[in-house]
């Protein structure tokens, strides 16, 4: 019989890790681009800890109950596995967007950004404004 999740709570517990530190991802989220040329990524986690790259600096926020939990509903109503990647539509001061869910990944730009991610990008964004 087979345990996945054992071997990757296994995993790292072997690298000194502890078992409480196996990734809980809810959303990755990355940003580029734009007239600064922003480079941005934020990992969310189900327990509202994030982890912040921005431009190559990392920093850990924690996200608000109430964001996360509007966060998730937003998510929720979502059919990740619908939508498409389109990157072709865009100019060069456009933001390009590559966004993980569930298993799903959908690249876009601000030309070709599906309109059922506008709200999810809209509060991501609000989450990296707060960020410093």
Same mark, same amino acid.
């Given at each position: 019989? *087979?345990? $996945?999740?054992?071997? %990757?709570?296994?995993?790292? =517990? ?18 580029? !681009? ?5 480079? &941005? ?5 189900? &327990? ?21 939990? *509007? ?5 929720? !109503?979502? &059919?990740?596995?619908? %939508? ?5 539509? !865009? ?15 959908? *690249? ?5 950004? $599906? $309109?059922? =991610? ?9 989450? =990296?404004?707060?960020? *410093?």
């Amino acid at each position: 019989m *087979r345990f $996945p999740g054992t071997l %990757l709570v296994l995993l790292g =517990l072997g690298c000194g890790g502890t078992a409480s530190q196996v990734s809980t991802a809810l959303i990755e989220y990355q940003r580029s !681009g734009g007239i600064r040329g922003t480079d &941005d990524r934020l990992v969310v986690n189900s &327990d509202g800890t994030a982890a912040l790259t921005r431009n190559g600096r990392g920093s850990t926020i924690t996200v608000d109950s109430g964001v996360m939990n *509007r966060l998730r509903r937003r998510l929720g !109503g979502i &059919d990740f596995g619908n %939508l498409r990647s389109d990157t072709a539509r !865009g100019g060069g001061d456009m933001y390009q967007y590559v966004i993980k869910y569930q298993g799903h990944t959908v *690249r876009a730009n601000d030309a070709s950004l $599906p $309109p059922a =991610l506008h709200p999810v990008i809209e509060l991501l964004d609000r989450i =990296l404004s707060r960020a *410093r």
